[in-house]
């Protein structure tokens, strides 16, 4: 995997895979150019001592070369026309890259678009004195606008405490401990008494600050939690302790037994119930560093990970269903719930929508006909399965009504 993203590059320097919501049409972005770099530089700190040295070496030039790229963007450096999350990316990419190839490029401005940051998009007060939120530009610092969604505060807090540790700042992670505490004083709970992200604050151009929490994720908590968890290792904190745990038993209550989480709850649609590979990989980064990571890997770990698994799996809702089976999966609706038609392959970069008989669309192709899909029917009473078909699956549901099994 790393050799393939260290080789995809456009002739610029950019990286050729960018922007998973809009796939291969995305061809320039700040934070889709760093985060690429940042899975590579992670890679060669955890893993670096199984690469041969001269792919090392590759590795730490294609992340330079990205750089150099990005300074497209703000002339690499942050400024009035950046934005917050996206340009604390590019300092972690920059914390990282020195630390790991020893170039001493970058070493006097990181502390310097650390403070730049911290200065154009900080707003302490957010939703005590003893917190911060940051604003997503300057734009909505002075004319009302949002702070940053909570699943981002993963890309300020992490670098914020990395250059703590690296220039012996304290100040850094004092203002990491205010993010962190914006985060987690501003959850809330939900029907069933599970911990959750909230969506974003809004502060108007008077002051006053208001919350939503809903619509709001819960596969792609992962990054955040892990900078909290990157704080908690410099400075010991019960509150932001305890509010990691109550994540994780959210975690664990939305955990399908295939692996996957519910995506999400509000959206009352498809966003709610099909898993992105993108946000899942945020949670694994912070389940395998906060778990794995510190106690190790239990007997038996690989041989399970690895083992093929032939159930079939599901995550239903009153309005559409997630299905997969060996490579396939779908997204559909519940009879009479709509017309959702999506399919796909796990080993495909690409999907496909299949249209009604009577169109004149092109056929869905072959490849990615998901075979023998199962079918559900949503009463008043819950939710049906009225397929034929003997399958070994497990169907996990969210939302208020529950499985019935099959009619």
């Not at 790991?100 to 154009?120: N, V």
């Amino acid at each position: 995997m790393m050799r393939y993203q260290a080789h995809a590059l456009q002739p610029d320097g950019q990286y050729r895979h960018i922007g998973f919501q809009v796939g291969e049409s995305a061809t320039n972005g700040l934070i889709h150019n760093a985060v690429g770099s940042l899975g590579l530089l992670l890679g060669l700190r955890h893993a670096g001592h199984l690469l041969p040295a001269d792919e090392t070496t590759h590795v730490l030039a294609t992340v330079r070369r990205n750089l150099d790229a990005c300074e497209k963007y703000g002339g690499g450096r942050p400024g009035e026309l950046g934005t917050c999350n996206q340009e604390y990316a590019r300092v972690w990419v920059k914390l990282l890259y020195t630390e790991l190839s020893g170039d001493p490029a970058f070493t006097d401005e990181i502390p310097e678009d650390l403070d730049t940051l911290i200065d154009l998009f900080h707003h302490p007060g957010v939703p005590d004195a003893d917190s911060a939120g940051a604003f997503r530009t300057v734009t909505d610092r002075h004319d009302g606008g949002i702070l940053e969604p909570t699943e981002y505060y993963g890309l300020m807090t992490a670098p914020l405490v990395h250059a703590a540790r690296c220039y012996g700042v304290r100040r850094y992670l004092d203002e990491a401990l205010r993010l962190c505490r914006h985060v987690a004083r501003s959850c809330w709970t939900d029907g069933d008494g599970l911990t959750r992200f909230h969506r974003y604050w809004y502060i108007t151009r008077d002051g006053r600050a208001l919350k939503t929490d809903t619509p709001m994720l819960i596969a792609g908590m992962g990054l955040t939690l892990h900078g909290i968890d990157e704080a908690l290792a410099e400075h010991p904190d019960p509150e932001l302790a305890d509010f990691v745990a109550r994540c994780l038993r959210t975690y664990a209550r939305h955990q399908t037994p295939a692996g996957y989480f519910t995506s999400a709850t509000g959206w009352h649609n498809e966003a709610d119930i099909a898993p992105s590979t993108a946000w899942h990989a945020h949670d694994l980064l912070f389940l395998t560093s906060h778990g794995l990571g510190r106690a190790g890997l239990p007997d038996g770990f690989w041989d399970t990970v690895l083992t093929p698994d032939h159930r079939q799996s599901v995550l239903a809702s009153d309005r559409a269903f997630y299905a997969e089976h060996g490579p396939h999966w779908c997204v559909l609706s519940p009879l009479t719930a709509g017309d959702l038609h999506l399919y796909g392959r796990k080993d495909r970069a690409t999907f496909a929508r299949e249209f009604f008989a009577w169109t004149d669309r092109e056929e869905l192709p072959a490849e990615l006909r998901y075979p023998d899909p199962p079918m559900f029917f949503v009463s008043g009473d819950g939710i049906h399965r009225v397929d034929p078909s003997d399958r070994p699956t497990e169907v996990s549901v969210i939302g208020p009504l529950p499985y019935k099994g099959t009619l």
